[in-house]
């Protein structure tokens, strides 16, 4: 059973850095494209960031260009999402998916929420930007 779980959120203050971990359990995370999406109160779900396999090919949403990266170790079935320079309307429960037949490409949005080609979602970690 494909399981994914974030860990690392948490409260911050505007500036500050956190960093999202994502471990993935019942399948081989090499074998699939990772996307971090995030939920802010009262907002539908937006997708933040994608990361192809190999991690070689990594995309942005505009609003986080510059102050999110994004990284995998596959040998550790592992994915991250560094965010540094953070601001209060990043505050969202941030959600890591994993996809096997999505593409992760410049210029374009990995997928939207409830994308059949999402074979996985977590369960979430919240992350509050506040004073």
């Known amino acids: 059973q494909l399981q994914l779980v974030e860990s690392g959120g948490g409260l911050v203050q505007p500036g500050g850095s956190l960093r999202l971990s994502c471990a993935a359990s019942?399948?081989?995370?090499?074998?699939?494209?990772i996307g971090w999406f995030r939920q802010a109160p009262g907002k539908e779900r937006e997708w933040v960031s994608c990361i192809n396999r190999s991690g070689e090919t990594v995309n942005y949403v505009d609003a986080v260009k510059g102050r999110f990266t994004i990284s995998r170790e596959n040998t550790k079935n592992m994915a991250y999402l560094q965010m540094d320079s953070l601001k209060p309307e990043d505050t969202a429960v941030y959600y890591c998916?994993?996809?096997?037949?999505?593409?992760?490409?410049?210029?374009?949005?990995?997928?939207?929420?409830?994308?059949?080609?999402?074979?996985?979602w977590g369960k979430g970690t919240l992350v509050t930007v506040s004073s």
């Open positions: 019942g399948f081989i995370l090499d074998h699939y494209a």
């Open positions: 998916a994993a996809a096997q037949y999505k593409l992760c490409a410049p210029g374009a949005t990995f997928a939207y929420p409830g994308d059949p080609g999402i074979d996985a």
